[in-house]
């Protein structure tokens, strides 16, 4: 028997259980997309990573700036320019402003600039920790459609039970 056929139980009805369905899916796709993004937060690293590699500089670097969302750094690049990258500094953990580190970037993309020595295995941390916060919470929204109370339909009359007088 497919699910289409199948009698709605006394205690819920149809339109609830396609109810709770969509929910449970609604709750899947964000796991899935969660799950996406922490897939992300490991790849966009490795990616950059790849790229320093392929071409890499190395250089004295100041550190200009620690703000919570990015590290400024200013480095003088092999073309002789001084470089400072839109988009900070890649794992920029334990530096302080005025602090002068190595750094390794991609010769092709000056914007493009890592701590020497951090690679791209730190993202695991966050990534992980993100996972399971997100696991957490999808699982929680699972339980809490599943045993969402559902409305109770009336008996009809002739299934009622006499009044005792």
């Known amino acids: 028997m497919s699910p289409d056929q199948r009698t709605p139980t006394p205690t819920t009805s149809g339109s609830e259980a396609a109810v709770r369905r969509r929910a449970h899916q609604f709750v899947l796709v964000l796991y899935i997309f969660a799950v996406l993004g922490c897939v992300a937060m490991v790849l966009g690293p490795a990616l950059n990573d790849r790229t320093i590699n392929q071409n890499p500089g190395r250089a004295l670097a100041t550190v200009v700036n620690v703000g919570t969302i990015r590290t400024s750094v200013e480095y003088q690049g092999d073309d002789g320019r001084l470089h400072s990258p839109k988009a900070g500094l890649l794992y920029p953990s334990g530096l302080g402003e005025g602090q ?11 914007d493009l600039v890592k701590v020497e020595g951090r ?11 993100c996972l399971a916060v997100a696991s957490a919470i ?3 929204l699972w339980l809490l459609v599943s ?6 339909r009336p ?9 005792k007088r």
């Open 155 to 163: 008996q009809p009359p002739s299934i009622r039970k006499p009044l």
């Open 119 to 129: 690679r791209w295995t730190l993202a695991f941390i966050p990534a992980l920790s």
């Open 147 to 152: 045993r969402w109370p559902a409305r109770r």
């Open 100 to 110: 002068r580190v190595w750094v390794t970037y991609a010769k092709d993309n000056y």
């Open 138 to 140: 999808a699982a929680g």
